[in-house]
């Protein structure tokens, strides 16, 4: 594992752009957390801090329910309105003496297992906004990623009641095979547990016409501990 004060790229970005995913960068950070109290209260001072004002795009804390054998207990997202604000983050974040500090208490708290990157392709459904909400997120390989994602839109629009969902590629990843991640989200982990995939209008097509071209190389149950937002 590498300890969060080795990390040159820390999460930063201030307000989530709900209609427009179009460019949207997304970066994540599997974390085992030794003080999870210690977390929230850094990002809590980080985000109150002049540098992560500065910019647009969401950062949300998950704590996760099931990872299977990873040794993650929490993951930090972090979404980018754009590329362009990306790399304005990156270069803010490099001489800031906020993210100096932030990196110094993370890393007290806790430790990166894994970061990934990738960008959000498409959305369905109503955005859930319950403080509880929970997320199946799919992690997949996909070998023609044009057939997939228009089979995933169709099943998306024919069950545009069932919570909100995401589909996103997945550029850099370590060793990880995975090209894509869907996700579904639910007001709470009782309502994700009742609506599985399988239940969803259009499952037997969707399965059918993906079968061949994509597999699950894995997946994850998380929850929301807390999220932040530029004012």
């Known amino acids: 594992m590498k300890n969060v004060v080795k990390k040159t790229v820390v999460l930063m970005s201030v307000i989530f752009a709900q209609s427009s995913f179009g460019q949207a960068i997304f970066q994540g950070y599997d974390m085992a957390v030794s003080n999870p109290a210690g977390v929230v209260a850094a990002m809590d001072r980080f985000m109150a801090s002049p540098t992560a004002q500065a910019f647009t795009g969401s950062v949300f804390l998950y704590q996760y329910i099931a990872n299977g054998e990873s040794e993650a207990t929490h993951n930090i997202l972090v979404v980018h309105n754009s590329p362009e604000e990306f790399n304005q983050s990156l270069a803010a974040q ?5 993210s100096a500090l932030f990196l110094t208490e993370m890393n007290q708290a806790a430790q990166v297992v894994n970061t990934n990157i990738g ?12 403080p509880n909400r929970a997320g199946m997120w799919y992690f997949l ?4 990623p044009a ?11 024919a069950n545009q009641e069932s919570g ?4 996103s ?3 850099a990843d370590g060793e990880n095979p995975t090209t894509h991640i869907a996700v579904n989200w639910y007001s709470s982990p009782g309502e994700a547990l009742m609506n599985q ?6 499952w037997e097509r969707f399965s059918s016409s993906v079968r061949d ?5 894995g997946t994850a149950m998380v929850q929301l501990v807390k999220s932040w937002a530029s004012q």
């Open 94 to 98: 490099s001489t800031s003496l906020d």
């Open 119 to 130: 960008q959000i392709l498409a959305s369905s459904g109503t955005p859930v906004t319950s």
């Open 141 to 144: 390989s996909v070998e023609d």
């Open 147 to 157: 057939a997939y994602a228009s089979a995933w839109t169709a099943m998306a629009e």
């Open 164 to 167: 909100q969902a995401f589909l």
């Open 169 to 171: 590629s997945s550029i």
């Open 197 to 202: 995939p399988q239940t969803y209008n259009g």
């Open 213 to 217: 071209i994509r597999t699950i190389e």
